[in-house]
């Protein structure tokens, strides 16, 4: 057990940078957990965190904006889902960048969405970097401040797995079932 609290000491700083460059809230979770039992420095777990997300956002605009050719090709079976990405910018406007972070399942649609428009950049990364600040603080601060209750919830996992797939199937279903009726054609 020291063995792997050492290795997600001296790996986990990476493997959330990574994660997190595509959003990646389910690892910022788990280092404000780890920060709350003591594995993990909260602060810089945020920080990194931060500044992934917001990486790899621009990351996304820029290469819609400029690679377009590549990013259409690999986006051909999500033309529904970046239409209504389309949409949610024009119904939200600007806000949409900041409510992108919380939404999984089209927080990698909306910086691509709004890179083949005619979107300032400038203006995009500005509020982007806001966002991604919100994003790690809320979820780094969320999950370190209610810890305990986590860790009691991973503890439950761990008498009865068998909870675990029921959970991330009714997750999922549900955010199949709202993107299939999102993009339903009308």
Known sequence: MEDTFSNLATYGYIGLFLYSLGGGFVALIGAGVLSFIGEMDLSTSIAIAFMANALGDVLLFYMARYQKSMMMEGLRKHRRKLALAHVMMKKNGSWIILIQKFIYGIKTLIPIAIGLTKYDFKKFAI????????????????????????????????????IAPLILVFFGGALWLYMEKATKKK
């Open 127 to 162: 509020i982007n970097v806001l966002s991604s600040g919100v994003w790690a603080l809320v979820f780094g601060l969320g999950s370190y401040y209610s810890g305990s209750a986590l860790v009691k919830f991973s503890e439950i996992i761990g008498d009865k797995p068998w």
